[in-house]
């Protein structure tokens, strides 16, 4: 198994851009979580999805979009991009809502100049 | 007040010093306490994970929650420079998929 995985590692995207940042998971995990993570601080929840076709806003989910078409996917999408959201992005994913341990993916670099 | 306060380091010690990183909470209704190891530059990994009050050993690491104060440790016997890392704890209710995360704690352990 592959795990958690995202795409790209790193980009640096110019004030007003937009991207997509990709993540996908072979665990066959319902639950699938973005966070971002700012230089000496933990993780704070951007969106949420509890299965297919359903998403849920996290602390922080303004200037970001969600979708969740199938199980495996769940890509995060920037909007007119700010310079507040250069950070690492992580993505990650648990088998259930009961479930205690979350599986992250390497991360995505992302500088917005 | 943030839900899930981490003593924010950072952390150095010398090899083989004991080591005690600590959280306190305020939600009642947590009831799993995880402690994340997260290299530079890498992602979280799940470290140790306790349910509801006690201890938990294993290996060099022991988890301590004391759900009657709010309050959680992880503790590193004899640490190792591959301990050098950023440890996060987490929390949880029994259904709720989120987690809560602390701020994290860098820890340096020098040979």
């Known amino acids: 198994n592959a795990g958690v995985t995202q795409t790209p590692k790193f980009r640096i995207l110019k004030i007003g851009q937009s991207m997509t940042l990709q993540c996908a998971q072979d665990?066959?995990?319902?639950?699938m979580y973005w966070y971002r993570q700012d230089p000496g601080m933990g993780l704070k929840l951007i969106y949420y999805?509890?299965?297919?076709?359903?998403?849920d806003k996290g602390e922080v989910p303004n200037g970001y979009n969600v979708s969740r078409s199938t199980t495996e996917d769940f890509p995060l999408r920037l909007e007119l991009a700010a310079p507040s959201q250069t950070s690492v992005y992580f993505c990650?994913?648990?088998?259930?809502?009961?479930?205690?341990?979350?599986?992250f993916g390497p991360g995505t670099r992302l500088t917005v100049t | 007040q943030k839900e899930v306060e981490q003593d924010p380091g950072p952390l150095s010690v010398p090899e083989g010093a004991i080591v005690s990183l600590n959280c306190t909470y305020s939600?009642?209704?947590?009831?799993?306490f995880m402690w994340y190891r997260q290299y530079s530059r890498k992602g979280p990994e799940l470290l140790m994970y306790?349910?509801?009050?006690g201890n938990k050993e294993d290996g060099r690491f022991t988890a301590q929650v004391d759900k009657s104060s709010k309050y959680i440790s992880l503790f590193i016997r004899d640490s190792q420079p591959s301990d050098s890392a950023t440890y996060l704890c987490?929390?949880?209710?029994?259904?709720?998929?989120?987690?809560?995360f602390g701020d994290g704690t860098t820890l340096t352990v020098k040979p």
């Open positions: 990650a994913s648990s088998y259930e809502g009961g479930s205690y341990e979350q599986y």
């Open positions: 665990m066959n995990h319902n639950y």
């Open positions: 999805s509890v299965g297919a076709g359903i998403t």
């Open positions: 939600n009642s209704a947590f009831q799993y």
């Open positions: 306790t349910y509801s009050s």
């Open positions: 987490a929390m949880k209710g029994t259904n709720a998929g989120k987690s809560t």
